[in-house]
């Protein structure tokens, strides 16, 4: 078979390294940047159904105990204390909004507002963490408090990882106490999947670097589990054969998210099919898009199916290395070291030149960009996601926009933001919400509807017709996956399609593209069926419930923060269009479901 050499970070361009002593920082003291400010007090959680109200200095106890009466709840001093100043709580208050509203009305209340708990930011101990700007940039901080990747497996397909101590290899001193699980060595053929080169363990450390131990730097997904799968030389180099069979061995072993750092060659039927077999295996598959500085995004990142990642500098803006184009998806950092290592992603690894010896290197290339989107791949599947659509959508939703844009080709869907992401998650990434919407949506389309012309709510509910178109564009038959997963060709395209709701089917028919065809996310489809309806009223309830599916997809999308339309050059546009089609959706959702009146 042809055989195509592979190398690092997406193209076989050196990467700059700046190698120092494990005890030593690779940079003087005066060239280290200052430390961020202790940051207290940033996240802020609403706690439900509990009410803080401030009275007027001097209300008695006997005076607000009267008038709670009135406003349905039952306040109490919020300490021994606060007797003079008269701050109280309520708790178990049903409809916070509506009781908040009275509340304020009062001339005796100064401020009455939503209980919300107030945390400090997870700070790491790692002295070195001052040095590391990346986890700044993605809002680490915030986002240790939601989720530190625990119970998650991401395997790293590279040069291997400094995690054991076996014969000259040693474990790297930041790497000890994270959670390993069994790998491979695909290029030595044995189960020591031992790095001789540096860039594997470096990029390790970015997604699971030992944290808040007293030493070295920090990790993003710290308490995500290792997987250590050797693909690549002491040169840097590998094979399509070595990478597509590490590609299935991870997805069989258990692996969560795949980090490739790698590129170059051609494409590969072989790589493209061990990606997409990956993928139905439930695992997200993360690659950089090169360092070409180009706009040509390289195998295997371009392959549908993978997460394309580019790589900005601490600015926040496109590195000069990092190629770029239609395949992208997302940018993260990867340093920019034209002033100084400063610039770059420091990490724990070895010296290439002896690979019992620990130092910290500052690295640059979409490499480095890479190990931070699958980190918070794994922290999106700690804190609850069911499998890539939803990491995804995650990833994207919660990314920082450049310049109001939807999707560009030099970051995709923005730069990653790894608390944004995890608070789209907890907002409703689940299959039910657009369900919730089309039922709450037929209420009102029946409550529209003269008496004799409504065919009654459990009438239209309760028909298989209508259920069924119902179900199937709101959130699929989202249960097939998990039977069949890991069903390859057209059989395993049948189980993708059916477990996606019908808006989603364009995935599948034109290709896992970056943007979302408008066609599908539109009333054309049930305009479309509409038609011979009209004549065949066999068809109207079937109809109905696909028209009211849809209105509930598209309004739940817009609601929850419209995707990346394709020909839609501002995101703004994304919401009117889908709020448009939704209205259309409710037209021919009535019309269908109405009765004809008798006499």
Not at 477 to 494: E, I, S
Request: proline fraction near 6%; charge should be negative; hydrophobic fraction near 45%.
């Amino acid at each position: 078979m042809r055989m195509v050499r592979w190398s690092l970070g997406g193209a076989a361009l050196a990467l700059a390294v700046t190698v120092a002593p494990a005890c030593k920082s690779a940079q003087s003291e005066a060239e280290r940047p200052a430390p961020p400010p202790a940051s207290l007090a940033d996240a802020v959680d609403v706690v439900p159904h509990a009410i803080v109200v401030d009275f007027k200095d001097g209300t008695t106890k006997a005076e607000f105990d009267a008038w709670e009466a009135d406003w349905g709840v039952d306040l109490e001093l919020n300490s021994v204390e606060s007797a003079d100043e008269a701050l109280t709580l309520a708790v178990g208050v049903d409809d916070v909004a509506g009781v908040l509203e009275k509340i304020r009305q009062h001339p005796s209340v100064e401020a009455a507002e939503p209980l919300m708990e107030v945390r400090a930011s997870f700070t790491p101990n790692d002295p070195e963490y001052a040095r590391q700007w990346n986890l700044q940039m993605i809002d680490m901080p915030k986002a240790w408090e939601r989720s530190r990747g625990k119970g998650v497996v991401v395997a790293v397909l590279d040069t291997g990882i400094a995690y054991e101590d076996h014969e000259d290899f040693k474990q790297v001193p930041d790497l000890k106490g994270v959670k390993f699980v069994a790998g491979y060595d695909f290029v030595n053929d044995d189960e020591h999947a031992n790095d001789d080169h540096g860039h594997g363990t470096h990029v390790a450390g970015t997604i699971a670097q030992a944290t808040n131990n007293g030493e070295g730097v920090a990790g993003v997904a710290f308490e995500a589990t290792l997987m250590p799968v050797k693909v690549l030389n002491h040169f840097g180099g590998g094979t399509t054969a070595d990478i597509a069979d590490a590609i299935r061995f991870a997805a069989d072993k258990g692996a969560n998210v795949i980090n490739m750092s790698l590129g170059g060659g051609g494409y590969s039927q072989v790589m493209a099919q061990a990606v997409e077999y990956a993928r139905k295996k439930g695992v997200t598959v993360v690659a950089a898009a090169g360092n070409g500085g180009r706009a040509h995004v390289e195998f295997p990142a371009a392959y549908p199916g993978a997460v394309a990642v580019s790589a900005v500098g601490p600015e926040g803006s496109l590195a000069p290395y990092s190629s770029y184009g239609k395949e992208l998806d997302i940018a993260a950092p990867g340093g920019d070291k034209r002033r100084g290592d400063a610039g770059g992603i420091i990490q724990n690894t070895i010296d290439p030149r002896d690979v019992s010896r620990s130092v910290y290197a500052s690295y640059q290339g979409t490499s480095m960009a890479t190990p931070h989107v699958a980190a918070v791949a794994a922290m999106l599947y700690s804190a609850g996601a069911k499998g890539p659509d939803e990491v995804e959508k995650a990833l994207y939703a919660g990314a920082t926009k450049v310049a109001d844009q939807a999707w560009t080709e030099q970051y995709g869907h923005g730069l990653l933001n790894a608390e944004a992401s995890l608070a789209s998650l907890g907002g409703g990434m689940s299959r039910w919400p657009p369900l919730y919407w089309a039922l709450a949506l037929l209420a009102f389309v029946l409550l529209t509807l003269r008496g004799r012309e409504r065919p009654g709510y459990l009438n239209a509910l309760l028909r298989p017709a209508f259920l069924v178109p119902l179900l199937l564009s709101t959130v699929g038959v989202y249960f097939v996956r998990a039977w069949f997963m890991g069903t390859a060709g057209a059989a395993g395209d049948v189980v993708e399609m059916a477990s996606l709701p019908i808006p989603d089917w364009e995935r599948i028919i034109f290709g896992r593209g970056r943007t979302v065809n408008p066609l599908f996310y539109s009333a054309l489809i049930p305009v479309m069926l509409s038609l011979p309806a009209i004549g065949w009223k066999g068809m109207r309830s079937a109809v109905g419930g696909l028209a009211l599916g849809f209105a509930g997809f598209l309004a739940y999308s817009a609601w929850a923060g419209a995707p990346a339309l394709s020909w839609m050059p501002f995101a703004f546009l994304a919401k009117p269009w889908l709020g448009f089609n939704t209205v259309v959706c409710l037209i021919v959702a009535r019309a269908m479901l109405k009765r004809e009146d008798v006499p």
